[in-house]
């Protein structure tokens, strides 16, 4: 009943309410990349194919560099990048970490390189979107069976 009484006010009046104007996407995304259209999306890979997300989920024995660096306020990491990743999607590094911490341990010989990035997505002028992979993690975890 509210959302009908919003639909047909907003058609006499127009879109002034405050909670009709929520961005989609985080605010500090598009600020942190000097007002223009971007956010940097997490994603776990293969470290070899970096393009293709995988669930982090189906590994385990993770092993590596601090998990603390695939998190996007990070700080400096062991690679050199001190870039404080701008994304509304804070929750899916988090929960990553989480997860390779609740298995951290040796990858033995069955282990893979594994990476976890950001895919930088950025709006051009012509409104093109553009990618960019960041790495983020890199280490080595074992597939579950």
Do not use: K
């Not at 603390?68 to 929750?91: F, K, Q, V």
């Not at 390189?113 to 790495?135: C, K």
């Amino acid at each position: 009943m509210v959302g009908g009484a919003d639909f047909a006010l907003s058609g006499l009046v127009g879109e002034c309410f405050p909670f009709t104007q929520v961005p989609m996407y985080a605010a500090t995304a598009g600020a942190a990349a000097g007002g223009r259209r971007a956010s940097d999306v997490p994603r776990f890979v293969l470290a070899d194919a970096p393009e293709q997300a995988v669930d982090i989920s189906e590994f385990t024995d993770f092993v590596g560099p601090p998990f603390t660096e695939l998190l996007p306020r990070a700080g400096c990491r062991s690679n050199g990048d001190c870039t404080e990743r701008a994304t509304s999607l804070e929750y899916v590094a988090r929960d990553a970490h989480r997860w390779m911490v609740d298995h951290a341990g040796p990858p033995g010989p069955s282990g893979v390189a594994v990476a976890s990035v950001y895919v930088h997505l950025e709006q051009d002028a012509e409104g093109r979107i553009r990618e960019q992979v960041m790495p983020a993690w890199t280490g080595r975890a074992r597939r579950r069976r």
